[in-house]
């Protein structure tokens, strides 16, 4: 065992000991402040400019009724709610908390992983965090994925420090920490799991076992998660977090939900913190084998459920502080290294880590439309033409009535035309058809292409709809390997030269 050789044991753990002053050199200071604006600039860039897609949608509005109507993730409801209070609803001011809170990421993430391993490991992983694509995407998200970001891995470093220096103020900070992290996204207690495991670990594995993993500091933060576990006895409390998820009907099983996680974060930072958790398991390094439990176990009970449940590989998102970490301490490793060809494939990683998530960001920013459909053009393009007694066929309803609704010009009131969900339609397509023909009103179908996939798979209501439809207008978007395109149809009534009339406004 690689253990056994003392002096070279000796010196990789004397090149791990965590940084023991509280602020750190002028010179990190400096350095952390420069990330933290590079992170402000980039993520600031086109903040506003996306269109919501469904889920921000259904934030936003829901944010409007807080606190008259509560969730069980309150805290980003709040946020939204407090700045579009203030600047009004649009997508800049939903997505203004997202934006601090990313922001804020950068020294929340330095501080730890300096305690936890050097300055060296927190620089670099800092670095990866400001440029990568995945944290600039959730940033400008009115979503609470960047707030469990930032909960989930300070909870977890004040677990980790709480167990290494025996301190109960630790513990009790990371059960507070850990607390706000679930209230905003509740996924994230599958960091619970990870705790534990990283305990039974420690217990299995022939590793000094910190001071601090004792009874006392075990109960002090696990009991009241125990305690709560007894509100799963009442079957509304089950029925509620099942819904919540829903069955599997968009086919997300362990491979895509592995896929879509490496995709994410990078194939370079993937392989990084892949290198960096192999490292630590030879040499039985309690960081490196906390960030394993932190990254690993909530994967696998992720991949266990995927075949059942309705779940995405981007709840995992909170997890994403483990991989920088270990990718930045595999990079910190090979520049430790005597040997010139490590330090070369230490620089040529690190180059390789920073290509391709500038190149990532440049797609995001230029190409892809910050990865998100253009529902606020498509539906900008007909509301003017659609009339109060139309219909409009649309996959998420609560998208056409946001963006529909100024869609009355004559009073101070929104009134929207008929919206009905694509999925109802698909359903009711026979009685409808008839009902739409011998009407005297058009219906338009706002359709984007990944539901069309999923609610269409047998492609017998798209053959109807190039049957019988005309195509008005389609509006691309080809971005993190999916075609989010957005089509715009219309199907005049048959007693009316209305489509002419109508269409007349669509020459391109």
């Not at 579009?84 to 609803?89: A, E, S």
């Not at 930032?150 to 920490?177: C, K, M």
């Not at 009970?301 to 998102?317: I, M, R, T």
Request: charged share 15%; hydrophobic share 50%.
């Amino acid at each position: 065992m690689l253990r056994s050789r003392d002096s070279e044991y000796e010196v990789y753990r004397g090149r791990l000991a965590p940084e023991r002053d509280i602020a750190g050199t002028f010179e990190e200071i400096i350095v952390v402040a420069i990330l933290m604006s590079l992170a402000a600039a980039i993520r600031y860039l086109k903040l506003g400019a996306w269109s919501f897609w469904a889920d921000e949608v259904f934030l936003v509005q829901d944010a409007q009724k807080f606190p008259s109507e509560l969730t069980i993730n309150p805290i980003m409801y709040m946020i939204v709610r407090g700045f579009t209070d203030i600047f009004g609803v649009s997508e800049w001011s939903a997505r203004l908390g997202s934006y601090v809170i990313g922001v804020l990421s950068v020294p929340f993430l330095y501080w730890p992983a300096r305690k936890i391993f050097n300055s060296k490991v927190a620089m670099i992983a800092c670095l990866f965090l400001v440029i990568h694509p995945w944290h600039i995407f959730w940033s400008q998200n009115a979503r609470a994925y960047s707030l469990a970001f930032l909960f989930a891995g300070l909870s977890a470093s004040l677990f980790y420090l709480a167990l290494e220096r025996d301190s109960v103020g630790l513990i009790i900070s990371s059960l507070f920490v850990t607390l706000l992290s679930i209230f905003s996204y509740p996924q994230s207690a599958m960091l619970l799991p990870a705790l534990a495991g990283y305990i039974i670990l420690l217990v299995l594995l022939p590793v000094d076992i910190p001071r601090g993993l004792n009874g006392k500091n075990l109960i002090v933060f696990f009991g009241p998660f125990i305690l709560a576990l007894l509100l799963l006895l009442s079957p509304s409390v089950r029925t509620y977090l099942y819904s919540g998820w829903g069955s599997n009907e968009w086919g997300r099983g362990p491979l895509y939900i592995l896929l879509t996680l490496v995709y994410c974060l990078g194939i370079p930072v993937s392989t990084a913190a892949f290198i960096g958790g192999i490292h630590s398991l030879i040499y039985l390094n309690r960081s490196g084998l906390f960030l394993i439990c932190y990254a690993a176990v909530p994967l696998v009970l992720l991949l266990v459920v995927s075949p059942f449940l309705n779940v995405a590989g981007y709840y995992l998102f909170f997890t994403v502080p483990a991989y920088l970490l270990l990718a930045a301490f595999c990079a910190s490793e090979l520049m430790e290294s005597t040997s010139r060809g490590s330090k070369i494939l230490s620089a040529a990683a690190l180059l390789i880590i920073f290509i391709a998530s500038v190149s990532q960001d440049y797609m995001y920013f230029t190409v892809e439309n910050g990865g998100r459909p253009k529902w606020r053009e498509a539906l900008q393009a007909v509301k003017h033409r659609i009339g109060l007694d139309d219909t409009v066929v649309i996959s998420m309803p609560r998208i056409a009535v946001y963006y529909l609704r100024e869609s009355s010009v004559e009073t101070r009131h929104a009134v929207y035309p008929q919206i009905m969900q694509l999925e109802d339609t698909i359903a009711r397509l026979g009685t409808l058809e008839n009902t739409w023909r011998w009407g005297n009103q058009s219906v338009w179908f706002i359709l984007d292409q990944p539901c069309l996939e999923v609610l269409d798979s047998d492609h017998r209501f798209r053959e109807w709809l190039y049957a019988n439809c005309r195509l008005v207008r389609e509006f691309s978007v080809y971005a993190r390997a999916m075609d989010r395109t957005i089509g715009i149809w219309h199907l005049a009534p048959s007693r009316t030269d209305l489509p002419n009339e109508l269409d007349e406004g669509f020459a391109f």
